[in-house]
């Protein structure tokens, strides 16, 4: 049976992968070498230097291309790492649009390091698909799309913008963190590149941080593993080695972070303390039909406010949880809770923040895979110190 035919589930533990040929170990050996031995000069198996490629790593690249249904994957130190490899492929003068609201790091990179290189970044609002087009050019050379967005839980519809982007000339890029590939697969919709924070849900464990790209088209991805081996941004053997392991049960950590999250969007929902809950499984939500023709299932991310919309208030329940971790980060094992103004998104200035919904009383909720009784039991106390 070969491997395109299997499906999601199985993809995750087979996809890309082939027993070692050494001695047949089942799962790809942490290849921990800078370099490889040539019997004459260019005359090696297939490795010359580990920047350029490692066993280990290519078994990650391997299964990351599985299964998002990509033909090539890329996997670097970091997810930013992975956008600036995206954005390299630009020149000065070139013109990107994106979301207003977006991952911090990501808002960080395009403004401070490469729009001083002479690349104009348009911030609009993604689910206004006119807004995008308004923005169009002949310099328009990449979309750049989040979804869900991060904090507000917006869904952004991958399909119409590709058709965009295609009838633009731009690349289409879709950040697929917050979903997966078991919830979504951007390139089956139409995207050139989808690109993973791998530290989130694939690693799955917080114990890694890494970037993860695929990409079905050969010439794009000839142009990027470019930059990878050029600029060198690339991840450890270790790191690879983790992040497979994590992949292989993605499939069921996902489907139990869907679980849990479905219950306490309506636990809290239902709670006098909080007054609005963004998760795109309500069928309220502005963007509920899209969420349910791109997406399997609506994933563990959702955000909420406060009744009390105070500061102080906010501070004090995510101070209190006992269960919950406060902290950076999301897509872990252990639910991690966060306070986006003045964590994730402390890099985008207070009035850009709250234009896209990120007020003072917001906090961003990571639901884990613990027994969901234990996580509203946490959230009830917390709430409960206000
Ligand atoms: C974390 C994150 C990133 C950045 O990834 P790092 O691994 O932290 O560099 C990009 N996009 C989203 C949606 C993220 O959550």
Redesign the pocket.
């Known amino acids: 049976m070969s491997h395109k035919d299997l499906k999601f589930n199985s993809l995750t533990i087979h996809g890309g992968q082939k027993p070692d040929e050494a001695y047949g170990s089942v799962i790809p050996p942490i290849y921990q070498t800078s370099t490889y031995t040539q019997a004459a000069p260019g005359e090696h198996k297939g490795y010359e230097y580990s920047r350029s490629g490692n066993p280990t790593r290519t078994a990650l690249e391997d299964s990351i291309a599985s299964i998002e249904n990509g033909k090539h994957g890329m996997a670097f130190g ?6 600036d490899c995206i954005l390299k492929l630009l020149k000065s003068g070139d013109e990107v649009i994106s979301s207003n609201d977006l ?1 911090g ?2 808002y960080r990179i395009f403004t401070k390091i490469f729009e001083p290189l002479g690349i104009k970044f348009h911030f609009v609002p993604m689910t206004n698909i006119e807004a995008v087009k308004a923005r169009i050019n002949e310099n328009t050379k990449l979309i750049w799309v ?1 979804t869900p967005t ?1 904090p507000m839980m917006n869904i952004i519809d991958i399909k119409a913008m590709a058709a965009v982007a295609k009838s633009a000339g731009a690349l289409l890029a879709v ?1 697929n ?2 979903a997966t590939p078991y919830l979504q697969q951007p390139l089956n919709l139409g995207a050139d590149i989808v ?1 993973h ?4 849900y694939l690693g799955g464990h917080s114990d890694v ?3 993860l790209l695929a990409v079905k088209d050969q010439e794009i991805a000839e142009r990027l593993y470019f930059i990878q081996k050029s600029s060198g941004a690339i991840c450890g053997p270790m790191d690879a080695f983790l992040v497979l392991r994590g992949i292989k049960t993605l499939a069921v950590r996902m489907q139990r972070h869907c679980e849990n999250g479905r219950e306490l969007a309506y636990f809290l929902r239902n709670h006098p303390k909080v007054a609005k809950v963004f998760w795109p499984g309500f069928e309220d939500h502005p963007n509920h039909n899209i969420a349910k023709s791109q997406m399997a299932d609506f994933g563990g991310m959702m955000s909420f406010t406060l009744a009390s919309g105070n500061f102080e208030d906010t501070i004090k329940v995510v101070s209190s949880f006992k269960l919950i971790t406060l902290g950076e ?3 872990g094992v252990e639910s991690l809770a966060g306070h986006p103004a003045s964590m ?1 998104h402390g890099s985008i200035p207070k009035m850009e923040r709250e234009k896209t919904g990120i007020v003072d009383s917001l906090i961003r909720l990571s639901v884990g895979i613990e027994d969901v009784e234990d996580l509203k039991a946490d959230l009830h106390q917390a709430l409960n110190t206000i």
Request: glycine share 16%; proline share 0%; aromatic share 8%.
């Open positions: 970091s997810g930013l790492a992975a956008i991952y790091g990501s989040e991060n950040d963190t917050f690109m924070s791998a530290t989130k941080v890494m970037g980060s999301l897509g994730s």
